[in-house]
């Protein structure tokens, strides 16, 4: 596989991994208990009624395994996508994957008799509703538009486990970090605010817009992302001219671009540009920054400490 089906492969499996607005009724605060009705409503507008919290999931994005480990709920996962096997991640070790956005093993998922399927919108729609017409719930969730997104996430899916209190606990920990992040840079002017061009890939040469979640990471860490002068929106081709002229001062990429920033430094094309004349380009590790579940505060650090390090302290990679 080329280094760029897997690198688009991870936009679609870990970019696109959260919900839209969800909502409880007749489920008492905190926790809960078999016998509570758990209503909710998933990233495409649909509602969805668990009469009991799930027992047994199969979960079709990173970001939301993330987040069950996070909730200690590892034990209720019955079978997970397949990109993230294939990819071995950590939390991948035991399962064997029930496919991923092209194709789904339908008869497998049926096998496991799970309580639900969370999956992300788009992919292989006859395989989730021959699965809806068995009567396997599917949650779908969308991509994230900030912060915000991430809260919700946790929260929904908090709430499916019946682990209302867990989830509660988990949004409080990651606003109060990401409050203690903001809170630092708030006061600045704009023109105390860098710059940042955060390239996906180089070619062709794509960045991403003001209505993505990066845009969000880059606003809360103190920087201004360049394209929003433009008012650039979604994963978009930039030209090498326009990043010239707009002359960012800090870049920022993923290792699945760059392994270290010679990758981006040693581009002939960008030399006249002040974050490489400054030598001031870092690479960050994928999933930290583009998976919405608790452990973007660790992409938020190290985007504070790229785009302030005055204020946060010298970037380190933290993985």
């Not at 064997?96 to 799970?114: C, F, H, K, M, W």
């Not at 017409?133 to 991430?150: A, K, S």
């Not at 996906?200 to 845009?215: C, H, K, Q, R, Y």
């Amino acid at each position: 596989m080329s280094k760029r089906v897997i690198f688009a492969a991870a936009v679609i499996m870990a970019v696109v991994t959260a919900c839209g607005p969800g909502v409880l009724w007749g489920c008492k605060e905190g926790s809960l208990t078999e016998g509570v009705t758990i209503k909710v409503t998933d990233g495409e507008g649909k509602n969805l009624t668990l009469e009991k919290p799930a027992e047994r999931v199969v979960v079709m994005a990173p970001s939301v395994l993330e987040i069950a480990d996070g909730l200690g709920a590892m034990e209720k996962v019955v079978e997970i996508d397949s990109y993230t096997v294939m990819m071995q991640e950590p939390l991948a070790q035991g399962y064997e994957g029930v496919g991923d956005y092209q194709s789904l093993n339908v008869e497998r998922i049926a096998e496991l008799d799970p309580d639900i399927v969370i999956a992300i919108t788009g992919g292989p729609e006859d395989d989730y509703n021959k699965l809806k017409e068995i009567g396997i719930p599917v949650y779908r969730i969308v991509d994230v538009r900030g912060m915000e997104g991430v809260y919700e996430e946790i929260s929904n899916i908090s709430m499916m486990l019946g682990l209302a209190d867990e989830g509660a606990a988990m949004v409080k920990e990651l606003k109060d970090q990401v409050e203690a992040i903001s809170s630092k840079v708030e006061g600045l002017s704009r023109e105390e605010r860098p710059g940042v061009f955060y390239e996906v890939w180089n070619e062709p040469l794509m960045s991403a817009g003001t209505d993505t979640f990066i845009n969000d990471l880059i606003s809360i860490a103190g920087g201004i992302n360049i394209l929003a002068i433009d008012e650039m929106t979604g994963w978009v081709e930039y030209s090498v001219e326009t990043l010239i002229e707009r002359n960012p001062d800090i870049i920022i990429a993923p290792m699945s671009l760059a392994a270290d920033p010679s990758v981006i430094t040693g581009d002939q094309r960008l030399a006249s540009i002040d974050a490489i004349v400054n030598n001031k380009v870092y690479v960050v590790p994928d999933n930290q920054v583009s998976r919405p579940s608790h452990n973007i505060i660790k992409g938020l650090h190290m985007l504070a400490r790229a785009i302030h390090p005055e204020i946060f302290g010298e970037f380190e990679v933290i993985e």
